[in-house]
């Protein structure tokens, strides 16, 4: 599960523990021709990661020589060639593991990852669509969202999701730092992209504005939220499964990419209020804690982790409880927390000579942010001791 490599071993950069992560870098490497080929089958430019791959390589006998060729087949699943947030964690990856590097080592990582990074932003700049009369680029129709279950149903229905704008924007940006990394000129396409990609929908629920997981359709009711109910996502498949449209803020810096403040604390609330946490999945209170966080929230960033839901419980294996499998990303992501409030993250207000940034979620701070010294950090009445973290983005 290629869109779970993300909480599996995003943490490993954050903790200091970049070689961990180095290890997997190799399984792209390898298989960068293939995914070109997969890519091209599609029509695209550059490397299309597969979904869910296994062990046994599927074989096919009735495609053409050209795929059976290849290392790999998507697994059989019908959300797998329309699901997107897996493509950009290549690029997002690959910068969190130069970050975390010292010396001589970053430039060895840009060396390493950066026909990966490269050939997995071509694909993202050629997947795109361009609406003539607009002059915008959107994402999809059709498309699957990372909650999957908002558009899994409907993806001939599903355009720009929220999540998926920002994080395109944001590694065909760290894309284009990768090639002046190289001594090489920006790729102008992909700024093109990036300055024209389509707003990040929105909708009205009791005078209140809140963001969906992507763009209502007049072609389907279902898909359009704040049109009544008890919960501003009532109308649009219920408060239910994962909040993908906070990860705008919570795994990349969307307020430096469009995200509206207020617009995402509203919807935070909403979901910390209304939420069915029984259809939510482990990660899903890291998530929202994180872009608590990153949104100034203390105390609601720490309620969500410690959130008292089945969910979110750990068994002694470290699996969270009631998934049905032994579901460890939950793992990852509390990591990943943790070590974004321990470390900081870009765009962070503990800058300030004071280290600390007090907000009306509850306080933030931190002393000596990005020194690897022990600090006292606090953050909605939690306080633990630190050393050694990367600062996250």
């Known amino acids: 599960?290629?869109?779970?490599?993300y909480w599996h071993h995003a943490h490993f950069a954050v903790w200091n523990r970049s070689a961990i992560l180095r290890a997997s870098d190799q399984w792209y490497i390898d298989r960068i021709a293939d995914a070109r080929a997969s890519a091209a089958l599609q029509g695209c430019d550059g490397t299309r990661w597969p979904k869910m791959v296994g062990p046994n390589n599927h074989r096919l006998k009735n495609v053409s020589q050209r795929v059976q060729e290849m290392k790999y087949w998507e697994s059989f699943n019908p959300t797998n060639a329309l699901l997107l947030w897996h493509q950009p964690h290549v690029i997002a990856m690959a910068e969190l593991e130069r970050r975390a590097a010292k010396g001589s080592a970053v430039a060895a990582v840009v060396?390493?990852?950066?026909?990966?990074?490269?050939?997995t932003a071509r694909f993202l700049a050629d997947y795109v669509s361009y609406d003539l009369r607009t002059g915008r680029y959107h994402l999809g129709p059709p498309v699957i969202e990372a909650s999957e279950r908002h558009s899994a149903g409907y993806p001939s229905l599903t355009s720009d999701p929220v999540f998926e704008l920002v994080y395109v924007n944001y590694t065909l940006g760290v894309a284009n730092s990768w090639r002046e990394y190289q001594g090489l000129k920006r790729n102008e396409t992909w700024d093109k992209i990036r300055m024209n990609l389509s707003p990040l929908p929105i909708f009205e629920y009791e005078?209140?504005?809140?963001?969906?997981?992507?763009?209502?359709?007049s072609k389907a009711k279902f898909s359009q939220c704040g049109k009544g109910g008890a919960s501003p996502f009532a109308s649009c498949g219920g408060p239910t499964g994962h909040p993908a449209q906070v990860a705008a803020v919570a795994m990349v810096p969307g307020f430096s990419y469009g995200v509206e403040m207020s617009v995402m604390v509203n919807t935070l609330r909403s979901m910390f209020l209304d939420w069915d946490w029984g259809s939510a999945w482990g990660w899903d209170f890291g998530l929202l804690a994180m872009a608590s966080l990153r949104a100034g929230e203390g105390d609601m960033a720490m309620n969500f982790l410690m959130h008292n839901s089945t969910k979110n419980t750990y068994l002694k294996n470290g699996a969270n409880l009631d998934s049905g499998m032994p579901y460890l990303p939950g793992n990852g992501a509390l990591l990943l927390t943790f070590a974004m409030a321990s470390g900081g993250w870009d765009g962070d207000n503990n800058d300030c000579p004071d280290g600390s940034d007090l907000v009306d979620g509850g306080e933030i701070s931190r002393d000596d942010l990005g020194n690897e010294i022990s600090q006292i950090v606090r953050i909605g009445g939690w306080e633990w001791e630190a050393e050694g973290f990367v600062k996250f983005v």
């Open 1 to 5: 599960h290629q869109e779970m490599r």
């Open 111 to 119: 060396d390493r990852l950066s026909e990966v990074v490269d050939m």
């Open 207 to 217: 005078n209140q504005t809140f963001y969906p997981w992507h763009a209502a359709s």
